[in-house]
């Protein structure tokens, strides 16, 4: 209060605060995914290139999936690849097929109808996900009408470096997500991918604010020999930039997200059953009921749906039956990303993002396309050449699949070398930056450096508290300075910097624990 502005007898209160302004700290697993969604519109609005925060998967289908028709009728399908079986001369040698009445078929996919986002945003939530931010660059393509080549890499023509470049661009404004994940970059060829990362490493490097999350292309399907090539390619084309806002997993990993009801036989041959009839109904072994089920399909007559005639012909005929789940096997197995990204939500929700997510399991997964030893990770983990690390999943026996790695790729880093170091630091660096904007054009006084001090150096005693920072004490594990001749110049304050110094010890993670056996030699009594 103003002595100078009183003019009236009376009784005036002054009040005053008790307490200096705090740090309060800023989220720490807001993912972002990038990609192509069923649609991207509500109420008519359309959210096509536009970061927008959905806190459920509930959200993310009011937004961006297809409406479903109401009750009896079925769910739209929101993911309908399709598949073809091409017959081979011999066993192939690599990728998905199936020995059907004594010929080996490829099971492989409309490269056009193949996308990774939806699936990845429902294993998010399945693994313990909260807020995150959805930015669709597009819908689902034309299909191309043929299979691809099988055995050969799946790339999307429909999915462009420039779709996804765009929708990074867009997280320049945005300061809340603190993960980028683009599922469906592995879709994209060699080159294209390699942009696309070293992008990401840029401006995570440039804001300060997130990580990438990185899938690898060849994960899954790998050669159990050359999967080593792949690795190599993915260490060539990360760059050298930003490594340690980056991390990768490898390989994928097989889920159980698409059920038996997301797929039938409109996905197999473009919906044409003539095509599929011969292979699951072959003139040399016929079956009356297949060919009456294949029929009333054909005639577009029935009253029935098309999961009933689908469940029909799943009940008479195995072979159709083992096709369906051969094709739904391929579907589940994802880039582990998205997943990921929950695991390190719930992680930082019960802990905090100073413990590593490692050694522990992601929820819906069941399998892997390679299981490595521990003298393969060895090779992932450390890299002589790069020093680039890549995070393993491995399966253990009597345990399970487990995350075997909390590592970024700058893998040489005494300091970047742990996930959560990193994001330890973004969490301190965005919360005490935030917090001191509400000293910007305060006196550069030292009031206002004392104040600063309190405010950081409490914030950061919480977190030593909660076990984030090192230390047996406080003193041990952070201090915070800021004065004239202590981080600051005459010539500073005359230019308006006010310079705090934060010095603070993170907690490492125990990632090596050695055991020393000795003999002791036996005493008698």
Known sequence: MNLSTISSPGVYINELNAFSNSVVPVATAVPVFIGYTPQASYLGKSYTNVAFKITSFADFQAMYCYPSPPSPAPAAKQYSPQYYLVAQKSQPTSGNYMLINGIYYSCVPDPNSVYYLYNSVMMFYQNGGADAY???????????????????????????????????GLLLNEDE??????????????????????????????MGTAISIFDII???????????????????????????????????????????????????????TKQLAPIINPASAPDPTTASILSVIQSG????????????????????????NN???????????????????????ATGVW???????????????????????????????????????????????????ARTLDGNSNDWRYLSIRRTMIMLEQSCKLAARAYVFQPNVKNTWE????????????????????GASASDA????????????????????????????????????????????????
């Open 134 to 168: 959805i930015v669709s660059v597009g819908s689902y393509g034309a299909l191309s009408g043929k299979a691809a080549v099988p055995g050969a890499q799946v790339v999307n023509p429909n999915v462009q470096l420039n779709d996804l470049l765009g929708g990074l």
């Open 177 to 206: 997500p603190t993960m980028y994940i683009c599922p469906e970059a592995t879709l994209l060829s060699l080159s294209d991918n390699a942009t696309l990362m070293q992008e990401m490493l840029a401006q995570n490097a440039a």
């Open 218 to 272: 060849g994960g899954k399907a790998p050669d159990p020999i050359l999967y080593t090539n792949d690795i190599t390619t993915f260490r060539n084309n990360t760059g050298m930039q930003g490594l340690n806002y980056g991390t990768a997993y490898y390989p994928f990993v097989g889920t159980s997200i698409m059920q038996p009801t997301d797929i039938d036989y409109t996905n197999l041959f473009g919906g044409d």
């Open 301 to 324: 007559s029935s009253t029935m749906t098309v999961q009933q005639l689908n469940n029909a012909l799943m009940i008479a005929n195995p072979v159709y039956k083992s096709i369906i």
């Open 327 to 349: 094709i739904l096997t391929d579907l589940n197995m994802l880039p582990p990303s998205g997943g990921m990204a929950g695991v390190m939500t719930t992680i930082d929700l």
């Open 355 to 405: 413990q590593s997510p490692a050694n522990t399991s992601l929820v819906g997964v069941s399998t892997l396309p390679i299981k490595l030893s521990e003298l393969q990770q060895a090779n992932l983990n450390i890299d002589a050449l790069s020093g680039k690390s890549i995070n393993a999943i491995r399966s253990f026996n009597g345990i399970g699949i487990l995350i075997w790695g």
């Open 451 to 470: 104040a600063v001090k309190a405010m950081i150096g409490s914030f950061l005693n919480s977190i030593w508290k909660l076990g984030g920072l090192m």
């Open 478 to 525: 952070y201090t915070v300075d800021c004065g004239l001749g202590a981080t600051m110049t005459a010539d500073d304050i005359n230019n308006g910097f006010m310079i705090v110094t934060v010095k603070v010890a993170l907690v490492h993670p125990a990632e090596f624990i050695v055991l020393t056996f000795q003999q002791e030699m036996a005493v008698s009594s």
